[in-house]
């Protein structure tokens, strides 16, 4: 089948006090920080660790980021951040998120990341690494036979 | 003359150690902050800081927000962030965002993110003050006939 | 019986790559947004959360702050954070904390805070709200039982 | 001469939105920040910067802090820091902080911070860098002079 799985990954998280501003609400650059911990989450799911991708050499910078606001989240609000991404082994990630106030449900924000495997020690784009190519195919393998 | 001038404005910054991360580079979403200092110092060029917005019962939350990273700045890099708007006095501020080194010129990240005016005790969307458009249509002037 | 109690209390959290700085570990000022979350999620276990005392019209500013570094945190660290505050109702809040590795015990960072209940409407100090002695009470009836 | 000649300098910063939390003022953690921009422009002017001393193979990293907090600077208030700290060339450094508003000269906060040069690879306490020692003597026979 030649369909490419989506990966999905849902987790939760507080609003501490630092994250929010004058307004009262989140400071619009917290939600990108949100978004990282939403997939590294993803890729620890995916038997993948970020950290462990680090000590292999190699780096995953962010390439582009762009989010929506919608309402703003509140100190101390409990918010689910669903994130997802095409389950292929390319060299770029492009990462879906939304992030919604875990109590009502309500979509406060939404946006996307493209992420590129680069060398850690020369910053140059690169192949992801097999271990990487190896625990997305074993995903899919597990999502279709499930 | 039915053309709309642009604002334009340029400020610099310098990169704190607390605005790096462990890849040695600035962590991406404090760019967002970046955009935030240029804005309140071009509003501030214009005749009109924000604070003063905020004291006369108006809040400029972020719409949206998108931002594409060209290369890292790292620790005490000096950036030029050059940033510009539209001088219509609408109630959405759609600015762009141009980070560059401020050495070399080499552009490290570019952006932008649409604003718009709400009543800070409704936090409903609203006109903007009449003292904001008079600021717009005084800067128009000042430039048309420079 | 005279003595007070200390109120004990333990949470874990993760280091986000937004904590990290150009050094590898979490940058300085970050232990005291850990702080934050373990004396947030102490005032909660005690029946009184900090936002339910905002919505009383209270603040809880923080007077003074003091920190040792033992060892720097890294990112993706389970971290620890111990806090412990005495439980007699005072309008200063003494509070201790140590963060510790979560997988090794290894003690990394030890500090103090005081905070004042201050009138979130004048700004000046006040007396705390019954409310919260009462909260106090209650912890320390079922303590001293148990 | 035994005495000890102090080396002080004095900065200004202006407080960003980000830096605000909802009551309204900085976020406690940020002026340890403050205290790193404070500290950074200071080795400047005694001609080190502390970028040269990474490229050099060395860290600072801070080995306690401490900060008293007298009144919470607001969204764009341009604050003064004076920091100051003895010119004899210590393995560690003693820095004292006081953070004003500029406008009024009002004391909002001050504090210390100690730091301790450490050997970037091996991250044990070492020497301070001949460089470093003579950048203090110079900047002691300049002030002596004077």
């Known amino acids: ?13 507080r609003v501490r ?12 650059s ?8 939403a997939r590294t989450e ?5 038997g993948l660790p970020y950290a462990e991708l680090e000590s292999m050499g190699f780096y995953l910078p962010v390439m582009d980021a762009s989010i929506k606001y919608y309402r703003g989240a509140r100190y101390d609000d409990m918010l689910r951040v669903r994130v997802s991404m095409p ?4 060299p770029r990630l492009s990462i879906s998120y939304r992030v919604m106030d875990a109590a ?11 992420l590129a495997f680069v ?26 036979t499930a």
Chains 1, 2, 3, 4 share one sequence.
Do not use: H, Q
């Open 42 to 46: 993803m890729l620890r799911a995916c």
């Open 119 to 144: 060398d850690a020690k020369t910053g140059k784009p690169t192949r992801p690494p097999e271990r990487y190519r190896n625990a997305l195919r074993e995903w899919n393998n597990k999502t279709s």
């Open 104 to 114: 009502t449900n309500e979509l406060l924000a939404e946006g996307t990341t493209t």
């Open 17 to 28: 006090y630092a994250d929010t501003d004058a307004m009262g609400i989140v400071y619009y």
């Open 87 to 90: 389950s292929n082994p390319s």
């Open 1 to 13: 089948m030649a369909e490419i799985e989506m990966i999905e990954y849902e987790c939760e998280l």
């Open 30 to 37: 917290k939600y990108l920080e949100y978004f990282e911990v």
